[in-house]
């Protein structure tokens, strides 16, 4: 279907070019290129740059090109052509537009809230906010970022103002995690530390020492408590100081993001660790003569560790991917553009 799409959309420039007036050729592609800047469709753009260069000084009703129209609806594909342009990409550094905004005061603007749709939670609708404004940031000249408009804002004036409830809602967003986890992370310490002082089997009256300290299971036991419980009070630390935070508008870019990924990461380290200690006390208390108690033992540990796992894993890998993932900013392509 894409190929077939891209075959009609060459077969539509060739037909323009070939039968309509070069001076009313805009009439036919301007609206197109605008709506496919907006809709992230990057090929449609180069597509039709490439028949007609002029295309890409197309402007809306409000006098934004499409550059300025990626950046507006947040289509970062759209705005890497940037890093294919020639020496004509120059232009964009301090562009405005009638309202004197320059590139990066579009970029603090509000995404749309069908671009923020597609993000889970709202701190990192704000991270991807903040992601977008520190790209065009190191884009344009230095002179733009305290360059005002016509209402007298800089870009980080319009960055705070439009982004003042989404950072609210952020910071409840993390509480709330934060707060959930909290609760979970304290149980699992208190029952780890309960476990560790209260050894299965007894111990020794004359020497102190676990009576079944020589026990492959008790081992296994030993080394998962130990785990557990480095691992949980290591988590419910990173939670704590996601609480005690002060949640500026930069702490959402890494600082927060991070440890939240430590909190939640240890904490399913430390689940298992629980689990796997408490089968091993199972196994050690009633499967010394009876190993076939092993499977149904092994088989009910599994089933909260593959919930645990199912779960966390979307928000680990979200929060992995928006902070330490691949870039979605840079140079995609050798082609050249205009």
């Not at 004509?88 to 562009?95: C, E, G, P």
């Not at 889970?120 to 906010?129: F, H, P, T, V, W």
């Amino acid at each position: 279907m894409h190929r077939d799409a891209t075959e009609l959309l060459q077969a539509m420039c060739n037909l323009i070019k070939s039968t309509i007036d070069s001076r009313s050729q805009s009439d036919y592609y301007n609206n197109v290129i605008l709506e496919a800047s907006s809709q992230n469709a990057n090929d449609v753009v180069e597509t039709i740059v490439s028949y007609f260069p002029n295309a890409i000084w197309s402007f809306n009703e409000d006098g934004h090109n499409i550059i300025q129209y990626a950046v507006i609806n947040r289509s970062e594909k759209v705005y890497n052509l940037l890093y294919q342009m020639s020496e004509h990409k120059n232009v964009y550094k301090t562009i405005i537009d009638p309202l004197g905004n320059n590139l990066l005061h579009l970029a603090a603007r509000l995404a749309p809230t069908n671009k923020l749709n597609h993000i889970s939670g709202a701190a990192l609708q704000i991270q991807r906010e903040l992601q977008w404004f520190k790209e065009v940031k190191g884009f344009v000249c230095p002179r733009n970022i305290i360059q005002k408009n016509y209402f007298g804002e800089t870009p980080e004036m319009v960055f705070i103002r439009e982004h003042k409830e989404l950072l609210i809602e952020g910071e409840k967003w993390m509480k709330a995690t934060a707060e959930s986890y909290t609760i979970a992370a304290a149980l699992i310490t208190t029952i780890v530390f309960a476990a560790a002082i209260t050894m299965p089997g007894g111990n020794n009256q004359e020497t102190g020492i676990p009576i079944l300290t020589n026990s492959p299971a008790f081992r296994i036991f030993a080394l998962c408590d130990a785990v557990s419980l480095f691992t949980s009070t290591t988590s419910l630390l990173m939670f704590l100081s996601v609480l005690t935070t002060r949640f500026a508008e930069q702490d959402f870019l890494f600082k927060l993001p991070t440890k939240l990924i430590i909190g939640l990461t240890t904490m399913f380290i430390s689940t298992t660790a629980m689990l796997i200690g408490f089968g091993a006390t199972l196994f050690l208390l009633f499967g010394q003569n009876n190993p076939q108690i092993l499977f149904p033992i092994a088989a009910l540990t599994c089933l909260p560790i593959t919930s645990c796992a199912t779960l966390q894993f979307p928000l680990i890998k979200d929060l992995i991917s928006s902070t330490y993932g691949r870039n979605i900013f840079g140079k995609k392509s050798d082609r050249p553009f205009y």
